[in-house]
């Protein structure tokens, strides 16, 4: 079932009318998060980090191409040879961090049936043990598969790009007045950042 977003939309333009102008603009909220494969999410953010979407994406799809155009499960990447994963155009790190996130899974030191009833922070410190998974990373998580409606990721270069335009700074804004605008979006902060990515990614 889509996901209007309503209410939350009102709150938004209601608190800080700058970002509700640029909701106007954007239209309808299309977030829908996905909580059917963490363990594939989690993949997909390795592959991605520090990428451009389409660099990422033609590795995803060379990536999935090795299972026969599906993910493939923790076992099976485990199986995979390190030529044959790095083949696809991953790096020796994102290589150690896809094994080490399978092995993770595979021996259960990653709960993902847990996750759902952690808090934001605990999700967070529980995902950061596998290799090459941030803070970063494990805040897209909370947003793009736990559907954590409360999310706001200081260290994201495209949310502080759309905040120094939005907001007309001359520079990139300090983490403090990150906070300063993030505080009068919550408890929809996730949605915020959303609209936000949608100014800088639709230029």
Not at 41 to 57: D, E, H, M, N, V
Not at 169 to 182: C, D, I, V
Request: charge should be positive; include cysteine.
């Amino acid at each position: 079932m889509k996901m209007a977003y309503k209410k939350e939309l009102k709150y938004l333009t209601d608190a800080d009318p700058k970002l509700g102008e640029l909701i106007k603009i954007k239209g309808r909220c299309t977030l829908e998060p996905d909580n059917s494969n963490p363990f594939e999410s989690l993949c997909r953010s390795i592959i991605y980090q520090q990428l451009s979407g389409k660099a990422a994406g033609t590795i995803n799809g060379r990536f999935k191409a090795l299972y026969r155009g599906k993910n493939p499960s923790p076992k099976q990447l485990l199986k995979t040879e390190d030529d044959t994963i790095r083949s696809v155009g991953l790096s020796r790190n994102k290589m150690l961090a896809l094994q080490d996130l399978s092995q993770k899974s595979v021996d259960k030191s990653l709960n993902f049936k847990a996750l759902p009833d952690m808090d934001n922070e605990e999700v967070i410190q529980h995902l950061i043990q596998v290799r090459g998974i941030g803070r970063w990373t494990a805040e897209m998580f909370l947003m793009f598969t736990l559907g954590r409606m409360d999310v706001f990721s200081t260290g994201d270069l495209g949310l502080q790009k759309a905040i120094q335009q939005l907001y007309g700074y001359k520079k990139l804004p300090a983490e403090r007045t990150l906070h300063k605008h993030a505080n009068k979006w919550k408890p929809y902060r996730t949605i915020a950042c959303w609209y936000l990515w949608r100014l800088v990614d639709d230029e």
